[in-house]
């Protein structure tokens, strides 16, 4: 008798090659962004990468407030890895690297920021299964092209030590790939309804979005400090945005 093949790869229905596949496009998209295309090519400038860590600031202030207080959500607690990922303390040191002591009142962010933050902290209030989908974006992209983009980092701003750079470090991890496959697995042992499962993938291309929005607005923010320099020849841009 043929017995049937109805054993589909396990992967197809793994939530972390789901997340990949549904979010391909917006990753192009991504990396199509005129702040990652100016990193791609090695061009950031000093302004750009500030900006850059004042957002970045807020989004995981967000993110990692609510997760630490979604820390035991069963849909939480496989992926919390505060030790290995937290990026907090690091961006305040980074921060405090470029922008001194008074950092905490040099803080800018646009408009886009400001809405990604508030949904990460709308769906750890509402809907805490979801933030799967938002550590996912940023940790997993931190581990991944996020690794080579401190190095260009380092090179287009002639940084000499990592001083500035901690957001890049993972101490806690010592191979990125490995962790990504310990935190894939992860992700896969989530106990999660279709529905719940439907929508998670979903919010997955909307945090790839807010990304996306996120580095529009500072692009926007640029360029338009730069419009107000070149009027004002005697002002540089760092009167109007964070001195470089
Ligand atoms: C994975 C490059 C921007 C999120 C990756 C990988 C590369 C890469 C090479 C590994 C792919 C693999 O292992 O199959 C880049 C470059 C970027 C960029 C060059 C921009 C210059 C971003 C951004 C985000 C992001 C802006 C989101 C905010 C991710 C995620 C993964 C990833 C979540 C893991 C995919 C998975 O294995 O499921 N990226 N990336 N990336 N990237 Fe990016």
């Given amino acids: 008798m043929i017995v049937p093949f109805l054993c589909f790869p396990s992967a197809l229905s793994d939530l972390s090659e789901q997340i990949k596949a549904a ?9 199509n962004t005129q702040l990652m295309l100016s990193y791609q090519k090695g061009e950031i400038t000093l302004v750009q990468y500030k900006v850059l860590l004042c957002s970045l600031y807020e989004i995981y202030r967000a993110l990692e407030d609510e997760l630490d207080r979604n820390a035991s959500h069963p849909a939480v607690a496989p992926i919390y890895f505060p030790q290995e990922l937290a990026r907090v303390e690091s961006l305040e040191r980074d921060l405090e690297h470029f922008f001194g002591s008074e950092w905490r009142k040099r803080v800018i962010v646009p408009a886009a920021t400001l809405r990604y933050g508030h949904r990460l902290r709308q769906i750890g209030r509402e809907n805490p299964e979801l933030l799967v989908a938002h550590a996912y974006t940023r940790y997993l992209g931190d581990l991944s092209g996020g690794q080579v983009l401190g190095k260009i980092t380092q090179k287009s701003l002639g940084l000499s030590s990592k001083e500035g750079l901690s957001f890049f470090h993972f101490p806690g991890v010592s191979s990125p790939n490995r962790f990504k496959q310990l935190y894939r697995s992860r992700m896969n042992s989530i106990e999660l309804t279709e529905k719940e499962k439907a929508a998670v993938l979903e919010e997955a291309v ?20 730069t419009e107000t320099a070149d009027q004002h020849k005697d002002r540089s841009p760092a009167a109007v945005l964070p001195s470089s």
Avoid at 23 to 31: I, L, Q, S, Y
Avoid at 208 to 220: A, G, R, W
């Fill in 23 to 31: 979010t391909k496009d917006n990753h192009v998209r991504a990396e």
């Fill in 206 to 225: 909307q945090a790839f979005e807010l990304n996306i929005q996120v580095f529009d607005d500072l692009q926007k923010m640029l360029s338009v400090a």
